[in-house]
Protein backbone atom coordinates (compact mmCIF):
# COMPACT_ATOMS: atom_id res chain seq x y z
CA UNK A 1 0.00 0.00 0.00
CA UNK A 2 1.50 3.43 -0.82
CA UNK A 3 0.93 4.70 2.96
CA UNK A 4 0.64 8.66 2.17
CA UNK A 5 2.61 11.31 4.78
CA UNK A 6 -0.54 12.64 6.62
CA UNK A 7 -0.30 16.65 8.46
CA UNK A 8 -2.92 18.65 10.07
CA UNK A 9 -3.19 22.07 8.58
CA UNK A 10 -5.62 24.66 10.66
CA UNK A 11 -3.73 27.98 9.02
CA UNK A 12 -1.69 28.15 12.43
CA UNK A 13 2.17 29.20 12.01
CA UNK A 14 2.61 25.70 13.98
CA UNK A 15 0.39 23.96 11.71
CA UNK A 16 2.51 25.35 8.54
CA UNK A 17 5.75 24.94 9.67
CA UNK A 18 4.87 20.96 10.53
CA UNK A 19 3.13 20.89 6.79
CA UNK A 20 7.33 21.67 5.47
CA UNK A 21 8.41 18.86 7.50
CA UNK A 22 5.91 16.62 6.11
CA UNK A 23 6.83 17.87 2.93
CA UNK A 24 10.50 16.50 3.71
CA UNK A 25 9.29 13.92 4.90
CA UNK A 26 7.26 12.57 2.10
CA UNK A 27 10.36 13.12 0.02
CA UNK A 28 12.30 11.79 1.24
CA UNK A 29 10.28 8.52 1.49
CA UNK A 30 8.87 9.39 -2.16
CA UNK A 31 5.35 9.38 -0.52
CA UNK A 32 2.80 11.54 -1.44
CA UNK A 33 1.67 14.17 0.79
CA UNK A 34 -1.76 14.63 2.72
CA UNK A 35 -2.80 18.03 3.92
CA UNK A 36 -5.94 17.21 5.93
CA UNK A 37 -8.11 19.77 8.13
CA UNK A 38 -10.72 18.01 10.96
CA UNK A 39 -14.07 20.23 10.85
CA UNK A 40 -16.27 20.68 13.10
CA UNK A 41 -19.94 22.67 13.28
CA UNK A 42 -20.00 25.20 15.04
CA UNK A 43 -21.66 23.77 17.71
CA UNK A 44 -18.46 21.96 18.39
CA UNK A 45 -19.62 18.45 17.94
CA UNK A 46 -20.35 18.04 14.01
CA UNK A 47 -23.82 18.21 14.93
CA UNK A 48 -26.35 21.08 13.40
CA UNK A 49 -27.70 23.68 15.44
CA UNK A 50 -31.16 23.53 14.39
CA UNK A 51 -32.98 20.05 15.59
CA UNK A 52 -34.90 20.53 11.48
CA UNK A 53 -31.89 21.18 9.96
CA UNK A 54 -30.96 17.43 8.45
CA UNK A 55 -28.04 16.31 6.74
CA UNK A 56 -24.20 16.98 7.75
CA UNK A 57 -22.37 20.21 8.07
CA UNK A 58 -20.69 21.55 5.12
CA UNK A 59 -16.59 21.49 4.54
CA UNK A 60 -15.90 25.32 5.62
CA UNK A 61 -14.90 27.20 1.93
CA UNK A 62 -11.85 29.00 3.63
CA UNK A 63 -10.29 26.09 5.58
CA UNK A 64 -9.97 24.80 1.96
CA UNK A 65 -8.59 27.90 0.75
CA UNK A 66 -6.07 27.45 3.74
CA UNK A 67 -5.29 23.44 2.10
CA UNK A 68 -5.68 24.37 -1.50
CA UNK A 69 -2.97 27.40 -0.77
CA UNK A 70 -0.73 25.78 1.47
CA UNK A 71 -0.34 22.43 -1.30
CA UNK A 72 0.31 25.54 -3.92
CA UNK A 73 3.12 26.58 -1.86
CA UNK A 74 4.62 23.69 -0.78
CA UNK A 75 4.64 21.78 -4.52
CA UNK A 76 6.60 25.36 -5.50
CA UNK A 77 8.94 25.19 -2.75
CA UNK A 78 9.42 21.00 -2.54
CA UNK A 79 10.07 20.20 -6.39
CA UNK A 80 8.67 16.62 -6.72
CA UNK A 81 6.68 16.55 -4.38
CA UNK A 82 2.46 15.35 -4.71
CA UNK A 83 -0.01 16.68 -2.06
CA UNK A 84 -3.65 16.22 -2.05
CA UNK A 85 -5.86 17.69 0.17
CA UNK A 86 -8.97 16.97 2.01
CA UNK A 87 -11.47 18.22 4.72
CA UNK A 88 -12.89 15.39 6.99
CA UNK A 89 -15.71 16.00 9.46
CA UNK A 90 -14.67 15.58 12.92
CA UNK A 91 -12.80 16.85 15.71
CA UNK A 92 -8.68 17.20 14.30
CA UNK A 93 -7.36 14.91 16.52
CA UNK A 94 -10.06 12.32 16.30
CA UNK A 95 -9.60 13.08 12.54
CA UNK A 96 -5.45 12.57 12.54
CA UNK A 97 -6.18 9.27 14.73
CA UNK A 98 -8.20 7.93 12.36
CA UNK A 99 -5.96 9.30 9.35
CA UNK A 100 -3.20 7.12 11.02
CA UNK A 101 -4.73 4.05 10.23
CA UNK A 102 -3.44 4.51 6.49
CA UNK A 103 -0.47 6.71 6.86
CA UNK A 104 3.32 5.86 6.84
CA UNK A 105 3.65 8.85 9.11
CA UNK A 106 1.81 11.83 10.89
CA UNK A 107 2.67 14.99 11.68
CA UNK A 108 1.26 17.22 14.12
CA UNK A 109 2.57 20.56 14.89
CA UNK A 110 2.93 21.66 19.05
CA UNK A 111 -0.18 23.84 19.06
CA UNK A 112 -3.18 24.76 16.71
CA UNK A 113 -5.31 27.76 16.08
CA UNK A 114 -7.41 26.53 19.63
CA UNK A 115 -4.22 26.16 21.67
CA UNK A 116 -3.26 28.20 24.59
CA UNK A 117 -0.13 29.92 24.30
CA UNK A 118 1.45 29.10 27.45
CA UNK A 119 1.04 25.20 26.53
CA UNK A 120 4.06 23.76 25.00
CA UNK A 121 1.81 20.99 22.83
CA UNK A 122 -1.44 21.33 22.02
CA UNK A 123 -4.46 18.89 23.18
CA UNK A 124 -4.49 17.55 19.35
CA UNK A 125 -0.53 16.86 19.51
CA UNK A 126 -0.76 15.63 22.63
CA UNK A 127 -3.90 13.03 21.34
CA UNK A 128 -2.51 11.89 18.33
CA UNK A 129 0.92 11.27 19.61
CA UNK A 130 -0.90 8.72 22.15
CA UNK A 131 -2.73 6.89 20.09
CA UNK A 132 -1.60 7.11 16.61
CA UNK A 133 -1.76 3.49 14.29
CA UNK A 134 1.56 4.71 12.89
CA UNK A 135 4.71 6.40 13.72
CA UNK A 136 3.97 10.34 14.61
CA UNK A 137 6.63 13.58 14.08
CA UNK A 138 5.96 16.36 16.37
CA UNK A 139 7.25 19.34 15.48
CA UNK A 140 8.44 21.40 17.94
CA UNK A 141 10.09 24.19 18.79
CA UNK A 142 8.00 26.05 16.09
CA UNK A 143 9.61 29.00 15.39
CA UNK A 144 12.67 27.21 14.27
CA UNK A 145 13.96 26.42 10.66
CA UNK A 146 13.45 22.92 9.69
CA UNK A 147 17.65 21.20 11.09
CA UNK A 148 18.49 19.03 8.44
CA UNK A 149 22.58 18.45 9.84
CA UNK A 150 22.51 17.27 13.31
CA UNK A 151 22.31 13.64 14.11
CA UNK A 152 19.36 11.53 15.52
CA UNK A 153 19.17 10.65 18.45
CA UNK A 154 17.36 7.50 20.11
CA UNK A 155 16.90 6.42 23.88
CA UNK A 156 17.72 3.01 24.55
CA UNK A 157 16.60 1.07 27.78
CA UNK A 158 16.16 -2.53 26.68
CA UNK A 159 12.98 -2.49 26.37
CA UNK A 160 10.69 -3.58 22.98
CA UNK A 161 9.12 -0.31 22.92
CA UNK A 162 12.60 1.24 22.54
CA UNK A 163 13.56 -1.85 20.04
CA UNK A 164 11.15 -0.10 17.46
CA UNK A 165 12.48 3.21 18.22
CA UNK A 166 16.15 2.23 17.23
CA UNK A 167 14.96 0.45 14.01
CA UNK A 168 12.85 3.25 13.24
CA UNK A 169 15.70 5.99 14.65
CA UNK A 170 17.93 4.57 12.16
CA UNK A 171 16.12 3.57 8.41
CA UNK A 172 15.50 7.87 9.92
CA UNK A 173 19.23 8.71 10.17
CA UNK A 174 19.34 6.51 6.95
CA UNK A 175 17.02 8.35 4.91
CA UNK A 176 18.61 11.80 5.84
CA UNK A 177 22.05 10.89 5.37
CA UNK A 178 23.03 11.81 9.25
CA UNK A 179 24.74 9.56 12.13
CA UNK A 180 22.72 7.52 14.30
CA UNK A 181 23.26 8.14 17.79
CA UNK A 182 21.79 6.12 20.64
CA UNK A 183 21.55 7.83 24.11
CA UNK A 184 21.47 5.32 27.55
CA UNK A 185 20.60 7.34 30.57
CA UNK A 186 22.33 6.39 33.59
CA UNK A 187 21.94 7.84 37.22
CA UNK A 188 23.38 11.13 38.13
CA UNK A 189 27.03 11.56 39.49
CA UNK A 190 27.08 13.13 43.15
CA UNK A 191 24.87 12.98 45.48
CA UNK A 192 23.59 10.59 47.40
CA UNK A 193 26.49 7.56 47.70
CA UNK A 194 26.25 4.78 45.32
CA UNK A 195 28.47 1.63 45.99
CA UNK A 196 31.25 0.86 43.70
CA UNK A 197 29.64 -2.28 42.56
CA UNK A 198 26.46 -0.43 41.67
CA UNK A 199 28.18 2.11 39.97
CA UNK A 200 29.65 -0.80 37.57
CA UNK A 201 26.75 -2.83 37.38
CA UNK A 202 25.30 0.48 36.13
CA UNK A 203 28.10 1.10 33.69
CA UNK A 204 28.13 -2.66 32.22
CA UNK A 205 24.24 -2.37 31.79
CA UNK A 206 25.01 0.68 30.10
CA UNK A 207 27.89 -0.81 27.62
CA UNK A 208 25.52 -4.44 26.65
CA UNK A 209 22.37 -2.11 26.14
CA UNK A 210 24.34 0.30 23.33
CA UNK A 211 26.35 -2.91 22.19
CA UNK A 212 23.30 -4.64 21.42
CA UNK A 213 21.30 -2.03 19.92
CA UNK A 214 24.40 -0.97 17.89
CA UNK A 215 24.95 -4.37 16.30
CA UNK A 216 20.92 -4.65 15.53
CA UNK A 217 21.28 -1.38 13.19
CA UNK A 218 25.05 -2.24 11.65
CA UNK A 219 23.08 -5.39 10.72
CA UNK A 220 20.69 -3.31 8.85
CA UNK A 221 22.75 -0.13 7.79
CA UNK A 222 26.04 -0.87 7.11
CA UNK A 223 26.84 2.16 5.70
CA UNK A 224 25.37 4.35 8.64
CA UNK A 225 27.27 6.25 10.89
CA UNK A 226 26.80 4.82 14.68
CA UNK A 227 27.63 6.26 18.04
CA UNK A 228 27.30 5.03 21.27
CA UNK A 229 26.60 7.65 23.91
CA UNK A 230 26.47 7.03 27.50
CA UNK A 231 24.81 10.07 29.53
CA UNK A 232 24.35 10.53 33.34
CA UNK A 233 21.73 12.68 34.38
CA UNK A 234 18.68 12.44 37.29
CA UNK A 235 16.35 10.89 35.09
CA UNK A 236 15.88 9.22 31.58
CA UNK A 237 13.73 12.23 30.56
CA UNK A 238 16.17 14.90 31.73
CA UNK A 239 19.13 12.93 29.52
CA UNK A 240 16.99 12.92 26.47
CA UNK A 241 16.22 16.67 26.43
CA UNK A 242 19.52 17.85 27.53
CA UNK A 243 21.15 15.56 24.47
CA UNK A 244 18.48 16.65 21.78
CA UNK A 245 20.10 20.12 21.86
CA UNK A 246 22.46 19.68 18.97
CA UNK A 247 19.94 17.05 17.24
CA UNK A 248 18.27 16.94 13.98
CA UNK A 249 15.69 14.66 15.66
CA UNK A 250 15.03 12.68 18.62
CA UNK A 251 12.92 9.38 18.55
CA UNK A 252 11.42 7.89 21.48
CA UNK A 253 8.73 4.51 22.33
CA UNK A 254 6.00 5.02 23.51
CA UNK A 255 6.52 3.32 26.57
CA UNK A 256 10.03 2.38 28.22
CA UNK A 257 11.23 -0.40 31.04
CA UNK A 258 9.50 1.72 33.84
CA UNK A 259 6.49 2.45 31.84
CA UNK A 260 3.14 0.96 33.14
CA UNK A 261 1.47 -1.01 31.03
CA UNK A 262 -2.11 0.77 30.89
CA UNK A 263 -0.52 4.29 29.67
CA UNK A 264 -0.18 5.04 25.75
CA UNK A 265 2.26 7.14 26.14
CA UNK A 266 4.81 7.06 28.60
CA UNK A 267 6.12 9.61 31.47
CA UNK A 268 9.38 10.31 29.31
CA UNK A 269 7.93 10.09 26.10
CA UNK A 270 5.36 12.85 27.09
CA UNK A 271 8.47 14.68 28.54
CA UNK A 272 10.35 14.75 25.40
CA UNK A 273 7.85 15.98 23.21
CA UNK A 274 6.68 18.85 25.68
CA UNK A 275 10.52 19.88 26.24
CA UNK A 276 12.77 18.60 23.62
CA UNK A 277 14.90 20.65 21.28
CA UNK A 278 14.08 19.46 17.94
CA UNK A 279 11.37 17.15 16.56
CA UNK A 280 10.20 14.64 17.97
CA UNK A 281 9.64 11.24 16.53
CA UNK A 282 7.10 8.69 18.44
CA UNK A 283 7.67 4.71 17.32
CA UNK A 284 3.99 3.77 17.05
CA UNK A 285 4.46 0.89 15.53
CA UNK A 286 1.97 1.00 12.03
CA UNK A 287 -0.78 -1.06 12.45
Known amino acids: MNRPVVVGVDGSPSSLVAAEHAARAALLRSRRLLLVHGYLHASGYGVPLNPYDLGVPAPSEEAQQVLERTAAELTERWSGLAVEVRQVLGGPG???IEESRQAELVVVGSRGLGGFAGL???SVGAQVAAHAHCPVLVVRPD???????????VGVDGSESSRLAVGLGADEAALRDVPLVLVHVGPPDGGR???EESQAAHQAEAVRLLADASAVVRAEHPDLVVREHPVRAAGAAQGLIEASGTASLLVVGTRGRA??????LGSVS????QHAHCPVLVAHPVS
Open 120 to 122: LLG
Open 94 to 96: ATM
Open 259 to 264: GFAGLL
Open 143 to 153: EQPIPVDGPVL
Open 270 to 273: QAAI
Open 193 to 195: PVP
